[in-house]
Structure formats: C-alpha cells, structure tokens
C-alpha cells in the first residue's frame, strides 16, 4: 500500500517568488492536514481539508493557502516568499473517521534564499 | 489555547537502561498521539491513546494517558541504540485533524 507522496522533495526559492507544493493521500484517505516543520517553532498545523473543503486552519497570515481536489490530493501554495518561510513542510493523511492515525509523508523541505 | 509541553527536551541515556518521556497538555482532548522522527525524516506514528488508563506497548517502548492529569507517558525499557530519535506527542480533538504537538524529545543512547 502506497504511503502518503509529496513532491517536489526539495526546493530553493528567492524571497518574493511563490510555491506550490503537492501531497497524494494514501489511497481512500479522504482527509489531508498540512504541517510546517521549523527549529525555533516546532511542528505547526497549517489547515486541515476533508471531501475538497477546508476544515480546520491554523495562525498563519493569508500567504498560506491550500486546496484539495476531488481525488483528495491536495496542494498547498506561498506567495511572496520570506526567509522565514523556510521548513520542512509535511503532509498528512487520515481515513474520514477520527479518531485514527495520521500518516504523514516525507515532507518538502523549502530554502528561501 | 491548546499547549502541550514535553520533557526533558534532550536526553541522553545508556544503552540498557529506563528512562522516561513526559507529555503534558492544558486542556480536556480527545486523544493523543506519540510520533518518532529520526534526522532528515518524516514522523513515523507510534502510539495513539484515546481513553483514560490506556496503555500500549510495542517492542522496548510503552505508552500511557491519564486524561485527568492531562499526562501521558512514554516509556523505554532497557533502551539500544535504535531508539536515538527525537519523539513528539500530540494532541487533538474528534471532528478534525488538527494536532498540536510537543516540542519533542532528542533521545541518544550511547552504547
């Protein structure tokens, strides 16, 4: 059975530029949760999609957003890029049903130059 | 606001000895999770405790949840040198996916 898939794994970006970045649920999982993994900060949850609807959004400014298709892959997407903005952005899926587990995948790791 | 503290946030422990992990959280959820990350990866679940007094066990680790204290434990037996990780516990709710995790745990153990 096929893990959860990101891509692209990693990147370099300049400040002021923008990305997208891509996450394939494991296949029946219907929900998918965005994560940004930094040192000073820790793990934090970025927003939640379930059935292509947002259901659950974390304290980010509005640079962050995301979306999610009816094949429940989703993307996440950062416009105007801040050296902050560096991390290890990873993606998790989960089967409709709370409680379960979380599986996260292998994360893209994000340099802004 | 949700906050969830773990400690110690290094340990560095010998191979074969106890030691464990604390998690603690601030307010009433619904369950926790325990995750492992090894450099460079993803998190790799361990545990999830969705009731008070669960316990689960796998190979040299075991979890625990006291939902009245807020806490949950994880603790190494007799610890080898694969279990050097960082770990995290995290906390949600039902009805979403959002968690909010600890600031984990480095764990080296030294032969």
């Known amino acids: 059975k096929a893990g959860v898939t990101q891509t692209p794994r990693y990147l370099i970006k300049t400040r002021g530029q923008q990305v997208t970045l891509s996450c394939s649920p494991i296949?029946?999982?219907?929900?998918v949760s965005w994560y940004q993994q930094t040192p000073g900060q820790g793990l934090q949850f970025l927003f939640e999609y379930f059935s292509e609807t947002q259901r659950n959004k974390g304290n980010f400014p509005g640079r962050f957003s995301g979306r999610q298709f009816s094949n429940s892959r989703s993307e996440m997407n950062v416009s105007t890029l801040e050296l902050g903005d560096s991390a290890l952005y990873l993606c998790?899926?989960?089967?409709?049903?709370?409680?379960?587990?979380?599986?996260f995948g292998e994360g893209s790791r994000l340099t802004v130059l | 606001e949700l906050k969830v503290e773990q400690n110690p946030l290094f340990l560095s422990m010998q191979e074969g000895k106890n030691y464990t992990i604390y998690c603690n959280y601030s307010?009433?959820?619904?369950?926790l999770y325990w995750y492992r990350q090894d450099p460079g990866k993803s998190l790799e679940s361990l545990f999830v405790l969705l009731s008070n007094g669960a316990v689960k066990q796998e190979g040299r680790l075991m979890a625990s949840l006291d939902t009245k204290a807020r806490l949950s434990t994880l603790h190494i037996t007799a610890a080898v040198h694969d279990l050097s990780a960082t770990y995290f516990c995290a906390v949600g709710n039902f009805g979403n996916e959002k968690l909010t995790f600890g600031t984990g745990t480095r764990l080296t153990i030294i032969p």
């Open positions: 296949s029946g999982h219907r929900s």
């Open positions: 998790a899926s989960s089967l409709e049903a709370a409680p379960g587990e979380l599986f």
């Open positions: 307010t009433t959820s619904d369950r």
